[in-house]
């Protein structure tokens, strides 16, 4: 009883929120940011970075716009452009996040960012076709891009994000995944970087980090992501749903969508409420557990758990990138599941166990020694 009452309490204070609270959460610095641009932090021609880089950049023919956050650049998709040079490239050789906000109504494509000379970076499609992609070298078989995903030359706000994960790349787009693939190995060998190139909108923020950020690793319901489940969450929902304040991080935007049904309303809140008062669990609605045993040899078990109806693609690949084989591609029920695993015909060395379903991806090492 007294915990349904703290759950009425809770949902009658609501109404108290006023327009004096409304924030804005932008991109952040921490130990993973290698470059944050925020585009309004200028001192001249320069646009300063926010991270402890201090990798600074320089406009060339950018026009100040309004964006999400304060004022954002303009780029003309001909001639304008930032450019600049990674001071701190310690992330070249291993996983990396690549997230923008971007507003275009162009059909002609360009560059959202990009390293010199190796081709890395972020890209609005062209010819009309206007989807979302990420690029990983020049080469081939190293472009993440999805014929059929979200377009996103619309004339909204998006937030863009690509990750790369040993040799798999997952896109996002406004905190949902887009398109996953897996891709040769390259490392990202250029410090110099340029943004806008190409490419004719807005661009307000752009951060990149020595890390795979992942949404699906963030607590279901956890808003503020310090590990708990509390009334400021529930708190956070409301204000969000009610458009009173403005969310970048596409992790909180996993975080906050509770049911998965790609909205965040006053349902979600009321899911929380009802988990914070133990009258539900929450829980996050795929896990991918360490193959058993590991290293391994011939053989070995692969276990993943699911807490609702799904499709589910369970594959496994090579450092190479190159599918080795699918175990699993098919709807499966709630529950926890274990697959085995045989190499017999496969040499000895490291491989990736990949698991899919409509909401997330998750990826394991295995070593198989012969």
Same mark, same amino acid.
């Given at each position: ?135 990983? #070298?020049?080469?081939?078989?190293? =472009? ?8 996103? #030359? ?12 040993? #040799? ?114 929450? =829980? ?87």
């Amino acid at each position: 009883m007294k915990r349904m009452l703290a759950v009425m309490f809770m949902l009658m204070s609501f109404s108290m929120i006023s327009i004096s609270q409304i924030q804005a959460i932008e991109f952040v610095d921490d130990l993973n940011t290698v470059l944050l641009l925020h585009m309004n932090e200028t001192k001249g021609d320069t646009v300063m970075d926010a991270s402890r880089n201090f990798s600074n950049c320089t406009q060339n023919r950018t026009n100040v716009v309004s964006g999400v956050f304060g004022n954002a650049k303009s780029f003309n998709g001909f001639n304008s452009s930032l450019n600049g040079k990674l001071n701190n490239a310690s992330f070249i050789y291993g996983d990396y996040t690549l997230e923008a906000w971007i507003k275009t109504t162009s059909t002609q494509g360009g560059r959202i960012f990009t390293t010199g000379g190796d081709g890395v970076g972020l890209y609005v499609a062209g010819n009309g076709y206007g989807f979302f992609d990420m690029g990983i #070298n020049n080469g081939p078989g190293t =472009s993440a891009s999805n014929w059929n995903g979200k377009k996103v #030359n619309d004339g909204q706000w998006h937030h863009v994000v690509g990750v790369k994960s040993a #040799n798999i790349v997952t896109l996002y787009v406004d905190g949902k995944i887009d398109f996953v693939k897996s891709v040769l190995q390259s490392p990202l060998y250029s410090q110099s970087y340029t943004i806008g190139a190409g490419f004719d909108g807005v661009i307000d923020e752009i951060r990149i980090s020595n890390c795979a950020r992942y949404p699906h690793k963030r607590l279901l319901g956890d808003a503020d992501g310090n590990g708990f489940l509390q009334a400021r969450d529930v708190s956070l929902i409301m204000q969000y749903a009610c458009g009173l304040i403005t969310i970048t991080d596409f992790t909180t935007l996993w975080a906050m969508d509770i049911s998965k049904n790609g909205t965040i309303s006053a349902y979600d809140a009321s899911l929380l409420l009802k988990a914070i008062a133990g009258l539900i669990e929450l =829980s996050n609605t795929t896990q991918l557990n360490q193959n058993y045993p590991n290293p391994f040899n011939p053989s070995t078990n692969i276990t993943f758990s699911i807490k609702k109806l799904t499709n589910v693609k369970l594959d496994v690949y090579n450092m190479l990138g190159q599918l080795v084989k699918s175990l699993v591609d098919e709807e499966k029920m709630p529950g926890t599941y274990s697959i085995k695993f045989d190499a017999n015909n496969l040499p000895s060395g490291t491989y990736m166990s990949c698991l899919k379903t409509n909401e997330s991806f998750e990826t394991k090492r295995m070593i198989l020694v012969k």
